[in-house]
């Protein structure tokens, strides 16, 4: 409704539906309709019409006054909202590979625009952190997509694919990941996150057998286990860093791989928080620099781990 306030101040201002649509960027039709609708919801006659020209009412003049302090209020209120969003608190929760890959980018470019900002950093795995954000105790969350139907009042906005690989030691010679499975240890992907549900569901997809030896929650761990020679394991490429320099070979699981989506959870709200959409685009463009990084570096480790 505020928008048709605004037409009906222009339009009254300048004598011409025309001039004011030329003004606000609407078409004369689009004034016409707005007005007509106004006048509708007060029960009144903004403008007199004869033939092309228009000339503002009684009733339009006594309002116009008031029209233009609502629009001087609703203005003002913004500029509240713009200016408490500069300082404040942000709370977001991210995933452990997430506040080591991806935070730390955004987070120093969004720095440099809302210095007063306070950020807290809340951790957990994205099943908890999807709890959060339905409990309101989150302002955004930075995890692995669900595999859940959300409601309409969450949005979801992917930031970008990471690939899952097979990752075994140095001194693995295998060649397929099927015989690497099956002459070691498999390390497993807790099966209680949504990480590790993706690598079950491609192991029951692919048929592939496994000889489960450990199952651990952190991704970074099992990296670890596999380059003390614990065993193999299926996790996100884009967490090994640089696979060469840890000791590890990386192998493509082919035509049957798959991703996982990171990306943004958040409530869908009514009102606009610069400093939370700011943060929202600090984290997108971290995530775009990381993505074009981690493709070279995969291309360059498969291409070590299949010599």
Request: with cysteine.
């Amino acid at each position: 409704m505020i928008r048709y306030l605004k037409t009906f101040a222009a339009a009254a201002q300048l004598g011409s539906f025309s001039t004011a649509g030329a003004r606000l960027g609407l078409t004369q039709s689009a004034v016409s309709m707005q007005i007509k609708r106004l006048e509708d919801e007060l029960n009144c006659e903004l403008f007199t019409r004869a033939g092309k020209s228009v000339a503002v009412s009684d009733h339009g003049r006594q309002l116009l006054h008031t029209a233009e302090e609502i629009i001087r209020l609703f203005e003002s209120m913004k500029g509240q909202t713009e200016v408490a969003a500069t300082r404040g608190k942000i709370d977001i929760g991210a995933i452990s590979t997430v506040q080591l890959g991806l935070l730390p980018a955004a987070l120093a470019e969004f720095r440099k625009c809302f210095p007063l900002v306070v950020v807290n950093v809340v951790p957990g795995t994205s099943v908890q952190l999807m709890s959060q954000i339905d409990s309101n105790d989150l302002s955004l969350a930075v995890m692995i997509r669900p595999n859940l139907k959300m409601t309409k009042s969450l949005q979801w906005t992917t930031m970008l694919r990471e690939t899952y690989v097979a990752i075994a030691p140095l001194s693995a010679r295998q060649a397929t990941v099927k015989d690497l499975l099956l002459a070691h240890p498999f390390l497993r992907y807790s099966r209680r996150s949504y990480g590790g549900q993706l690598v079950e569901r491609y192991l029951k997809r692919t048929r592939l057998g496994v000889n489960d030896t450990m199952e651990l929650d952190e991704p970074m761990v099992i990296m670890e286990m596999v380059r003390k020679g614990l065993g193999v394991a299926i996790i996100p490429y884009d967490l090994t860093v640089s696979a060469s320099s840890k000791k590890l070979r990386v192998l493509p699981l082919g035509d049957a791989g798959f991703f996982r989506e990171i990306g943004v959870l958040q409530h869908i709200s009514p009102v606009s928080n610069v400093a939370v959409e700011k943060l929202l685009d600090c984290i997108a463009k971290a995530a775009s620099a990381k993505q074009i990084v981690s493709t070279e570096n995969l291309k360059s480790d498969i291409a070590k781990g299949m010599r």
